[in-house]
């Protein structure tokens, strides 16, 4: 029988003081849950997600076979994060399009759409509004928090924010920053989105359109990024999209992965808000735990006290391998309890949410610590 | 006193048989000669361009000081290719829009601008084109044919349609072919020209505007694939445009990084035309000299005679050192005579431009053989 989600959602009235200085009150965060929270209150694990998801991180919703969640391969009955055992939680991030109060909900102000004048929300900004659903939820200790890309970004600002919240800490294919080449693909996408005619100033919600052209370029960026050379080479190679026969033209479609990426384009042009596009790939540049250290990330690390895993995949240029060491050096600078795996996986940046059977036992064999730790404290 | 350079050009009425079925007469050639063909005609150096280059190759124009040539570190009196031993010719490939007969040009048949009406060209139709020339300048046989990235492609393409025709071949950070992700990048970059509302179809000339958006997206992705991720890191890291102060904003500039694409972006949009940017990728994706032999290289390159110097750079992932390896591999199954030389150099694509000491003594050294073979043939 597979694991059946539900959706939720709570409405937060309280002003959340927010890094930029801005506010934000009254607003709802859109979450679910796995598993049974135990009499303790100790066995919970909060999922934090990257760009394109939500909290419906596993199990199906009720009736729609094809709906798993974004990390069903490793979150579920059985799964490496077993929920049989731990109590798991996903939360769509504010300025998201999923649920959670964003650009396309109305400013509680001015009953205006907020549009491109949603505040600026950073990772710190999101893990604030995380940790007040989990006081809701009554979870005052987190077993782990979780999260790959910019969710293990979330997972890693957890340790430094509420540093008793957080037992463990499992990073998955993040990294300390963004680098100068990673906040480039960011800026091309998100102009891509502004130049669209069809942007008006990020109020497009009320001209009735969409800018199509620019969500289909940023995200065409994106999957180039998230794949590996590798792959899209055994993927798609040069071949054709019809037989032999060049066509000779500019404008149409010659080749397989010219095919693939205007798809994923179109498709995703079709759902994800323009606005939370733009929202979304600053709170990724802006993420940088050393700022406030002089670029030192060990100083910038010492508050963390959680016990950690990292992983990252030997493909992934977007966030590579040397960037998870430069947090792993930086814990040990520290004396923390780090174990590092590096996944020698050809899928580059999207190995995160695929299944890997050494990826998924390293985080299989981590929560089963993870399982032993809270039996021994219990 | 430096070089001055003339640019020439010359109408060819004949019509040129394209790859595509398609055919083009009375077309133009823009070039530049730099240095005196010798008595027997035997110390002619032709140099091919890449995407946004020209005939324009080496010196100055008169009265233009900061006009050099693009590749003027390299090529000049006393230069690696020294303009006092021999004749080097630059020319600027059809569908350009520096010159040489593109887009912009009337199409001879209907009077009507050719816009995205001009036919696709390839790797082997500019080849042909220059032969075509070189039997106007009266060069029979080339001493050296040289060109880095795209330039690289059409100087291969030379010894295999035209392998009596060139001695030497000097092929510079270049591949056998693009792989998917070389291609995936020119397409995302030709969508946001075509998608631009300003495009209209590729006819904007008539209504007098350019698809600057789009143009922009371009040349901002372009440069991310020309530089490596450490001279990115190098130049730009994190820092941020006005000092240490967050603006949290999503549009506008808070990191170098941003303020530098931008600026390249509007630059780019300004002078390089849109309908040429379609076929100048187009060329790229399409030349594979494999395709007609299953895929087999060595088979490919088994009509080439010419002795070839290679050149990579270790971080050039737009055209790998492992892709100037599979030429030089093809070329030794075939017995050829092959230098080759992987420059360790920070500036990923981009350094086949810059000045690197190695580099450019690399050079120098193989045309001092190439002049040294001349002197003994003589």
Redesign the interface.
């Known amino acids: 029988m597979p694991l059946i989600a539900t959706p939720q959602s709570l409405h937060f009235a309280e002003p959340l003081a927010l ?4 506010s934000l009150r009254d607003y709802r965060l859109a979450y679910e849950t796995y598993g049974t929270l135990n009499a303790d209150k100790s066995n919970a694990v909060l999922i934090c997600h990257a760009l394109n998801a939500s909290h419906h991180v596993a199990g199906v919703y009720e009736g729609q076979e094809k709906s798993e969640g974004w990390w069903d391969t490793m979150i579920g009955p059985g799964k490496p994060v077993d929920t049989d055992r731990f109590f798991v939680i996903g939360v769509n991030n504010l300025g998201s399009c999923f649920g959670s109060t964003g650009p396309m909900h109305a400013n509680p102000d001015t009953g205006r759409i907020w549009g ?1 004048d949603f ?2 929300v ?1 990772v710190e900004d999101w893990v604030d509004a995380q940790a007040r659903l989990l006081d809701r939820l009554g979870v005052a200790r987190l077993a782990a928090v979780m999260g790959g890309s910019l969710g293990g970004m979330q997972a890693l600002s957890w340790t430094l924010r509420y540093p008793e919240r957080v037992a463990h800490a499992v990073v998955v294919a993040s990294a300390p ?5 990673n ?3 960011n ?2 996408a ?3 989105i ?4 069809d942007f008006h100033g ?1 109020h497009f919600y009320e001209h009735g359109v969409v800018p199509r ?1 620019g969500l ?2 940023a995200r ?2 994106g ?2 990024t998230y ?1 590996s ?1 590798d792959v ?2 055994e ?4 071949q054709l999209r019809e037989g032999l026969t ?1 066509k ?4 149409d479609i ?2 397989q ?2 095919s693939y ?2 798809y994923q ?1 179109d498709k995703f042009s079709e759902y994800f808000d323009a ?1 939370t596009y ?2 979304i ?2 709170a990724l ?2 993420f ?1 735990p050393a700022r406030g250290h002089d670029g030192n990330l060990a100083k910038a690390l010492a508050a963390a006290t959680a016990k950690f895993l990292l992983v990252s995949f030997t493909t992934d ?1 977007r966030f590579a391998p040397a960037r998870s060491r430069e947090l792993v050096k930086a814990l040990l600078d520290n004396n923390r309890d780090v174990s590092y795996a590096e996944i020698a996986a050809p899928h580059g940046h999207d190995a995160f949410l695929l299944e890997d059977a050494r990826y998924l036992g390293v985080v299989r064999s981590y929560f089963e610590r993870i399982a032993r730790d809270l039996g021994a404290a219990q």
């Open positions: 890094q930029s200085g801005a491109a505040p600026v950073t920053n963004l680098n100068a080449e906040i480039a693909f800026e091309v998100r102009r891509a502004v130049t669209d005619p990020g052209r289909r370029i065409m960026i999957h180039i794949l050379d899209m080479n993927k798609f190679g040069r060049l000779y033209s500019t404008q010659e080749f992965i010219e990426l205007r384009g606005n733009l929202l790939t600053r540049d802006y940088d240029w």
